[in-house]
């Protein structure tokens, strides 16, 4: 039987890639210069640091363009909130991996409710979805692609 999986993953060296272009350009921009404003991170979590907000709002573009230049879409990244003292601003963003349970559940709905002769199931953090049709298949990428799911979707593991 004919079958897909649906899943949401980053690729790690690319990401690698962005953060380090990201680096490289906030030590050159005349605007940074002489602040302590950096990025740091820790796998998936990337972490702002500057003096104010709106340097960390300026940082949030240089690294989302970073990403979108390398091919990572933005939408797998979620900005947490800003935490501010004195000296210092933080501001941890998520690359978000993996597909959650509440979103495996509003996949497996959206198939189910499509009518199409196949059947989706949540395995782990990625959904499988299987059919006698390679057509019906196709049909259910096309439209999980134009879902508004507010998470990136890739489809692997394809099989006739």
């Given at each position: 039987?004919?079958?897909?999986?649906?899943?949401?993953?980053?690729?790690?060296?690319?990401?690698?890639?962005?953060?380090?272009?990201?680096?490289?350009?906030?030590?050159?921009?005349?605007?940074?210069?002489?602040?302590?404003?950096?990025?740091?991170?820790?796998?998936?979590?990337?972490?702002?640091?500057?003096?104010?907000?709106?340097?960390?709002?300026?940082?949030?573009?240089?690294?989302?363009?970073?990403?979108?230049?390398?091919?990572?879409?933005?939408?797998?990244?979620?900005?947490?909130?800003?935490?501010?003292?004195?000296?210092?601003?933080?501001?941890?963003?998520?690359?978000?991996?993996?597909?959650?349970?509440?979103?495996?559940?509003?996949?497996?709905?959206?198939?189910?409710?499509?009518?199409l002769k196949v059947q989706a199931q949540m395995q782990q953090d990625q959904v499988r979805v299987t059919g006698k049709s390679r057509d019906d298949l196709q049909q259910v990428i096309a439209m999980l692609k134009q879902?508004?799911?507010?998470?990136?979707?890739?489809?692997?593991?394809?099989?006739?």
């Amino acid at each position: 039987m004919p079958s897909f999986d649906a899943v949401s993953e980053v690729d790690k060296h690319e990401l690698t890639n962005a953060y380090d272009q990201a680096v490289r350009e906030l030590g050159t921009r005349f605007d940074f210069k002489g602040t302590k404003a950096r990025f740091e991170r820790t796998d998936n979590v990337i972490t702002l640091v500057a003096e104010s907000e709106f340097q960390l709002r300026q940082m949030l573009e240089i690294l989302q363009g970073k990403c979108a230049k390398r091919g990572i879409d933005i939408d797998c990244m979620e900005a947490g909130e800003v935490s501010s003292n004195v000296a210092e601003s933080r501001q941890p963003i998520t690359v978000r991996e993996g597909i959650d349970k509440d979103l495996a559940r509003r996949i497996v709905k959206l198939v189910k409710d499509s009518k199409l002769k196949v059947q989706a199931q949540m395995q782990q953090d990625q959904v499988r979805v299987t059919g006698k049709s390679r057509d019906d298949l196709q049909q259910v990428i096309a439209m999980l692609k134009q879902a508004e799911l507010g998470y990136p979707l890739q489809f692997t593991n394809f099989r006739d």
